[in-house]
């Protein structure tokens, strides 16, 4: 079944780091660009990184920059979410999604995992 | 930087035709991307490119774009329908960065 799972959320003291995992699953991994995209409790939607097919290029929104990585091993068909200096506005449900058109960054997101939450608290 | 504009909220009947507007400057000019999101679900891609609709996506739902706003129309609204709705752009003028509009609730009467 073509799917992205995610894991790796919980609960985090402010400060601290945590790092986000999403699994794929039958479609040719290494032929697809990345993506997180966050969802703090009753808000909407944010990008938060993407990163290319074969990890070349990544990008990261301002409000995340600096503190978060993402990064993909292809080998495992796995991508990765590193965030340090974790701030209670980080908390959100954390998606992983596919490009729609692969390897170009353009195009919307047509595959969605179904989330990880992540809870920033003292 | 780009910022998309969409109303908080739309309510239609039954049966009508529901409307939600995705505004921004030219945005006539760059490709935009629907999602329809459930509660607790993960956002479905509705329409890409303006337009076009993936396999599996009931004709109801068409999309337009023109100068300043971006349209996804809603035609023969269903109960089912009721959810939040977001049009998401491209801004390449700086690093490639993705952009949500703040999303839209249907409320279905």
């Known amino acids: 079944q073509v799917q992205l799972v995610e894991s790796g959320g919980g609960v985090v003291q402010p400060g601290r780091s945590l790092r986000l995992s999403c699994a794929a699953s039958?479609?040719?991994?290494?032929?697809?660009?990345l993506y997180w995209v966050r969802q703090a409790p009753g808000k909407g939607l944010e990008w938060v990184a993407l990163?290319?097919?074969?990890?070349?290029?990544?990008n990261y929104a301002g409000s995340v920059k600096g503190r978060f990585t993402i990064s993909r091993d292809n080998s495992k068909n796995m991508v990765f979410l590193e965030m340090n200096g974790l701030r209670p506005e980080d908390t959100a449900v954390y998606f992983c999604?596919?490009?729609?058109?692969?390897?170009?960054?353009?195009?919307?997101?047509?595959?969605w995992g179904k989330g990880t939450m992540v809870t920033v608290s003292s | 930087s780009y910022v998309l504009a969409q109303p908080p909220s739309v309510s239609v009947a039954p049966g009508q035709t529901a409307r939600i507007t995705c505004g921004g400057n030219?945005?006539?000019?760059?490709?935009v991307h629907w999602y329809q999101q459930k509660p607790g679900q993960a956002p479905v891609m509705l329409v890409y490119d303006d337009s076009s609709r993936p396999s599996g996506i009931p004709v109801r739902f068409s999309g337009s774009n023109s100068a300043n706003t971006a349209t996804l129309t809603i035609s023969r609204v269903e109960a089912a329908d009721e959810a939040d709705y977001y049009c998401?752009?491209?801004?390449?003028?700086?690093?490639?960065?993705?952009?949500f509009g703040g999303g839209t609730k249907l409320t279905v009467l």
């Open positions: 999604a596919r490009g729609f058109y692969q390897t170009s960054l353009s195009g919307a997101f047509d595959l």
């Open positions: 990163i290319l097919y074969d990890g070349s290029k990544k």
């Open positions: 039958d479609f040719e991994f290494s032929d697809y660009n």
């Open positions: 030219n945005i006539g000019r760059k490709p």
């Open positions: 998401q752009v491209w801004d390449k003028s700086g690093d490639f960065d993705v952009l």
